[in-house]
């Protein structure tokens, strides 16, 4: 896949109706936006098509009303916070592509600023229907999709529009593409990858992709166990993934025939349950790899895991981590995770987090301004790890 794309910088918007896609999709609580995140990633983009005289159309889909009208899940409550960012009145069309959207559309002025109604309020959005995604094409004279977090879907607002318009990316995903497509194509090395999280069926393509690029692998988590079982160690009752041992084996040997580095846990912190409720209190051991006893579970990495980890971490050029090391939404089992962003924190290499909890663990330690970049997108960005093409990338103009 081609990641040099052509950017808002490459062509005169001056005049023109430009159709943004932005993800607005933000976390709500009793009708109030609890965290705008996502808004503010948006604003460089928006505010350079204003200061360039574009006629600016925002859309966005937010959560999943599938196809009908969610008073919940209207898109007005976006509307508001950006008047404020912007400073100026962000108007909002009652519907996504029909009569009111073209009438406000109609009367923008340059630098004017208007927001379509939930994309995904119209069942065709999903489905990538040509007949909305020309809807939403006659609205304007440009195309612009700045959405990282939703590239990864053929949706009419992320890719189909792009039948009908020249497309463009935003700097949002200008920035996502320059940084994580350099990382996988050409990266400064030694390169580490640090995989977690809960399920290897999740990361299968992820695994087998990375193999062919990184000098070392790591793998912590739940998906851990997988490879340990594959080991021929007992696992207790931690999570396995029964059918994926095989894999786990042919994977150690492709890392073995690579000459890949390919690092497991060695010490494991276990306890007889897992944690009910989630953050409450909960006693723990922490025992070697290969000797997790029967009735225990395995909910975190150990102390020298951690420092094995670390040290691969701090002696990279490149790092890409996607997934926690254990638990981490109980304080007791958050120490793996909190020792791997730390360790990146740290690190002098080109530090890539890619979406989700990972994110999240490094916000919520104050580390995300000391990591090189952190993915807006969860899915998109596993899926860029896989090798996948992204439709909402692939349909943008190369440069």
Known sequence: MNYNKKSVEDIDVKGKRVLCRCDFNVPTKEGKITSDKRIVAALPTINYLREHGAKVILCSHMGKPKGEFKPELSLK?????????????????????????????AELKDGDVMLLENTRFIKGETKNDPELSKALADLADIFVN???????????????????????????????????????ADPARPFVAILGGAKVSDKLNVINNLLEKVDTLIIGGGMAYTFLAA???????SLLDEEKIDYCRDMMKKAEEKGVKLLLPIDTVIAKEFPNPIDGPIEVETV??????????GLDI???????????????KTVVWNGPMGVFENPTLAKGTIAVAQALADSEAVTIVGGGDSAAACEQLGFADKITHISTGGGASLEFLEGLELPGIACLQDK
């Open 146 to 184: 700045d959405a990282f977090g939703s590239a990864h879907r053929a949706h009419s607002s992320t890719a189909g529009v792009a039948d009908y318009l020249p497309a463009v990316c935003g700097f949002l995903i200008a920035k996502e593409v320059g940084i994580m497509g350099k990382a996988l």
């Open 288 to 297: 070697p790899s290969d000797a997790i006893p029967e009735g225990f579970m």
């Open 77 to 105: 409550v976006v509307a508001d916070r950006l008047s404020e960012l912007l400073g100026v009145e962000v108007k909002m069309s009652k519907d996504v592509a029909g009569e009111d959207a073209k009438r406000l559309a």
């Open 302 to 316: 150990g102390e020298k895991t951690r420092e094995l980890f670390a040290e691969a971490a701090k002696s990279a």
């Open 231 to 237: 080991k021929g160690y007992s696992v207790g009752t």
